[in-house]
């Protein structure tokens, strides 16, 4: 526990150190255009010990390059504060990157060729697992039967998640091996599906995904290891110099810190506490908020479920489903474990980010801050996603200093179907930033990887024009809730920082902050909105070292 250090004493004497190297760096990147607090135009960056020594005008540079250790051309591409992705699953990318993909599959057909393609590959009784599908993009809408899986892959148990992770499709094998029968109970805020006859549909939602997920192999440590390894580079080709991981276990902390050890981590990792592991909270409310010598390593946060998700209807809303008036969705956390673990996690100086999609988990959660936060300084509480917000929950954000950290993807990949669900009085409820931000609320941007696509591209073209990336609809879908670019890009730079409790060390370019630096190749200010999608990645760099060049990773 001796290279750990609580943040104020991290942040000071870096900065102090920073600032005080005169015209000697490490690393000088020359000929960017930086887009710093004061305005974008031409500066050589200069880097000292993984932070930002100076912002140099060119004419004054010569001392500068004379005593740097590395010159680096950057030949007039855009120098941006670090991207931050401030809602995503480290380990979940990197598994998507290697289960089956079942990304945009526009059948139940398709998604049972995926999978069964994947199975030829495994020996007989090994799980098949996948993740991607969405019923909304089928032709019968409705949630699927195992029939057809369970005769395509009949020697293989079968756990294919849905985009949203909040349901999982399974076969008969998997329903067996998990034990799951017509006669097994719902779970307090989980669902079975079943047909006519009672009999389970093989489509678990929420809660009731633990049935399957507890007969599940366990990933060991090597394969977290991999897993995040590959999900970081993946991330820095992105652009992302820092994740907020949103739910890590007992034993992904354990390799975090291992990695972090060795140096190995290559993209800052703030991590939200698994909230449903008491003995995980024990250890670590116990220790305290952590942040490693480096800074690579954050552990200052909490994460609780409210609520599902919308697209299987397992958000909790405050009336029914306009397309389902039999359901509300599911409180997937009784308000009393809400409220026991909001209370101990901010009396021991963590901030509790609660997932909360539908109206009424979000009134849920506000409640549970008023009620169990009080004046404790130094919070950041959070609502993850915040979807659905009523209109008198939208200025208690501010009043309550809750952040609404959203993913601006989840608006363009549920605004075909999400009208259908809430009905036109709370569709204009929906995904609403602009609301937010004009009542006073603070913002940060991610994507919910690997939910949606990590690319911050996507993420602010969609903050932007509410389209999707084809243009549709042409005049956006409730376009007066969309954000500038400006404030796009401050999603996942300083307003992500500031989520973090970090706005004193990240999120801009200034000296003495960190040399987190995301290059592109334009202005993603100039031009149509289009252009945006055309930016291309030149540098990644974290903490002054080089985490992607142009198509390639250290």
Sequence with gaps: ????????????????????????????????????????????????????????????????????????????????????????????????????????????????????????????????????WDQNLWPDKSFPHHGGLSAAIPAHPVALRRVDGHAVLTNARGLATAGITRETVDPPGGRIVRDGHGEPTGVLVDAAEELLDRVLPNPSPSTIER????????????????????????????????????????????????????????????????????????????????????????????????DDPATSGLEVTPLARLSEVVRRAAHAGFSPSIHAIGDAAVRRVLDVFEQQLGDTPGLRPRVEHAQIV???????????????????????????????????????????????????????????????????????WAAVTRQTPDGQPPEGWNRDEALTVAEAIAGYTEWAAYAGGEEGWRGRLAPGFAADLTVLDRDLEVGPPASILQARVVRTVVAGRDMFVGGSTP
């Design 1 to 132: 526990m001796r290279s750990w250090i609580v943040v104020l004493s991290l942040v000071l004497p870096l900065l102090l150190t920073a600032c005080a190297r005169g015209s000697r760096c490490d690393r000088l990147l020359l000929g960017g255009v930086v887009h710093a607090p004061d305005g974008v135009r031409r500066l050589e960056v200069a880097i000292e010990a993984g932070r930002i020594a100076a912002l140099v005008e060119p004419e004054d540079v010569s001392g500068w390059q004379r005593r740097a250790g590395e010159v680096v051309a950057l030949e007039g591409a855009h120098v941006y504060p670090g991207f931050t992705e401030a809602h995503a699953h480290l380990t979940g990318i990197g598994a998507a990157l290697e289960q089956v993909d079942l990304t945009g599959a526009t059948s139940l057909e398709e998604v049972i060729a995926r999978a069964q393609a994947a199975a030829t590959k495994q020996p007989a009784g090994t799980w098949v697992v996948g993740r991607g």
């Design 390 to 460: 009523a209109p008198a929950d939208v200025p208690r954000f501010a009043a309550l200093g809750a952040i609404a950290s959203v993913q601006p993807t989840h608006a363009t990949s549920d605004m075909p179907w999400a009208p259908e669900r809430l009905g036109p009085e709370r569709t204009a409820w929906a995904y609403r930033w602009r609301s937010l931000l004009a009542a006073g609320a603070r913002l940060a941007l991610g994507s919910d990887a690997p939910i949606e696509s990590s690319d911050p591209r996507l993420g602010i």
């Design 227 to 322: 897993r995040m390894l590959a999900a970081a580079a993946h991330l820095a080709s992105l652009g992302h110099t820092s994740v907020h991981d949103a739910g890590t276990t007992r034993d992904e902390l354990a390799v975090l810190r291992k990695l972090q050890a060795q140096g190995t981590l290559g993209v800052r990792v703030w991590v939200m506490l698994d909230g449903g592991d008491d003995t995980l909270l024990d250890a670590e409310l116990a220790n305290g908020p952590q942040v490693s010598a480096d800074g690579m390593l954050s552990v200052r946060a909490v994460k609780l479920y409210a609520d599902g998700a919308l697209g299987s209807r397992g958000a909790w809303l405050s009336a029914p489903y306009s």
